[in-house]
């Protein structure tokens, strides 16, 4: 088969399918404005005025010819007006904000994760090595969206007169970058992503380099700097992941307040919260590889002294923890974005329990603001599970191409065979997949008890 042949014709469909079917089909529209998720509009300012006296002619004065003119409504705060629900539809999201990058992000996701399901059973019969995987170029892509428009979000919070948020994300940044140069200095015995293996063997195979070809002599890199340029970064995801983080922390407690009378939901919530849980610990040695993979378990699972599955099996078995993880959040994507419309309602009740009036306008404002910001929301919600998602489809492959050449090592006795940039893309990738996991895990942690305290 000529180069890139299969996977060509394979993207070229991909890309007809996602700008032809785009215009009659969008996985974006279906998840938010199919009808499956209600709004919240006031009452127009005449059915409010007709609930209100006028007093001593304020709402009214005349004009220059004698004529009636209406002044700006005046409403007490603790009037009963009542909010009229209605479906959301996409009519009404097209024109919200941020509506078009949600689209395109979540539709492309979809996208690429075909194209890499398609062309991972291609690989299956032929020889993964023969050509270059064209699927990660999507998944890649796919990353650097996501990241783009949490960013972009992050923006938002900078650009208000109130810099409140800004601090909390500049303090959120250097708590999570302590605590990544913290992360550092824990070895590969009690974190498993062999990221001092990885960095051991690059600096030889440099040094061995350099030898034969340049004749030249030198040191070791330094993984100090490595480690530290490691860490900022993650103290920069953890501050892009500090407001969607209290999101989802405000949106779940909303959820289980709704869901109290059923039982199952709120199972289901619970398991939605806490599963990253789980995936953390799966990476620290001592509580998931070395304890899943010891004859202890073994005996306990079989009766017989000896792993009840090979790291391969291990592996692949966490790496489905992870997209379970990124399914039950986008199944339940619904429930939070409801509970977030809720608030519509929550903020009409506040105001109804406070002294004095507001006009029409300013209600309209507060009820209104709500549902302006939806797509926002959305975003903020599945931003990191794409982030999340594109991680585990990298780290998949690069997992398989680092046995592919820890078997080709295994015949070699040359050093400089390559595995060493297999092992660091390895080690890389499950360290920023579980790291987006920690940081996410805890500013909803931080979230739900700042909700919870308020």
Excluded at 76 to 105: A, F, S
Excluded at 406 to 415: D, G, H, I, Q, R
Aim: charged fraction near 15%.
């Amino acid at each position: 088969m000529a180069l890139f042949g299969f996977q060509l014709v394979a993207t070229f469909i991909a890309v007809t399918a996602l700008q032809k079917l785009n215009a009659y089909f969008s996985l974006a529209q279906w998840l938010i404005a199919r009808g499956n998720l209600t709004w919240y509009k006031l009452q127009s300012e005449q059915d409010i005025r007709s609930q209100i006296k006028p007093e001593n002619g304020k709402n009214y004065r005349k004009g220059r010819k004698g004529e009636a003119k209406k002044e700006s409504l005046t409403v007490p705060r603790g009037l009963d007006v009542q909010l009229i629900p209605r479906p959301v539809l996409e009519v009404h999201v097209i024109p919200l904000r941020y509506y078009t990058e949600l689209q395109w992000m979540v539709d492309f996701t979809f996208v690429a994760a075909f194209i890499y399901s398609v062309t991972a059973g291609y690989y299956a019969y032929y020889d993964p090595l023969t050509e270059f995987n064209l699927s990660l170029i999507w998944v890649l892509v796919v990353q650097v969206f996501a990241l783009k428009y949490l960013f972009s979000l992050l923006k938002l919070y900078f650009a208000t007169e109130e810099k409140g948020e800004l601090w909390m994300c500049l303090a959120s940044g250097l708590c999570f970058l302590l605590i990544a140069m913290a992360m550092m200095l824990i070895g590969d015995d009690k974190l498993d992503f062999r990221l001092d293996e990885a960095l051991q063997k690059v600096s030889e195979e440099y040094e061995f380099l350099l030898e034969k070809y340049l004749s030249v002599k030198r040191g070791p890199i330094s993984k100090g700097l490595i480690k530290l340029s490691l860490a900022f970064i993650c103290g920069i995801i953890g501050a892009i992941l500090t407001f969607p983080g209290l999101r989802i922390a405000r949106t779940h407690l909303d959820s289980l307040r709704y869901s109290a009378d059923r039982t199952f939901l709120l199972v289901l919530l619970h398991s939605n919260f806490i599963l990253p849980v789980f995936i953390i610990l799966l990476w620290i040695k001592p509580l998931g590889r070395d304890y899943i993979l010891s004859n202890y378990v073994g005996h306990l699972m079989n009766g017989q002294e000896k792993q009840i599955m090979s790291d391969a099996a291990f592996e692949r078995g966490r790496l489905g923890l992870v997209w379970c993880f990124c399914l039950m959040r986008l199944m339940f994507l619904p429930t939070h974005l409801q509970s977030y419309l809720n608030m519509a309602q929550e903020r009409l009740d506040q105001l109804r329990k406070e002294a004095g009036k507001i006009t029409y306008q300013q209600m309209l404002l507060i009820v209104m603001s709500v549902f302006r910001y939806l797509c926002v929301v959305a975003l903020q919600y599945l931003a990191p599970v794409i982030v999340i998602f594109s991680l585990s489809l990298l780290l998949n492959s690069s997992y398989g191409a680092l046995q592919f050449q820890e078997l080709k090592e295994a015949a070699s006795t040359s050093l400089a065979d390559g595995h060493s940039l297999y092992l660091l893309s390895y080690s890389m990738i499950s360290f920023m997949l579980w790291w987006v996991c920690f940081a996410w895990l805890s500013t909803s942690l931080l979230g739900v008890a700042y909700h919870s305290i308020l």
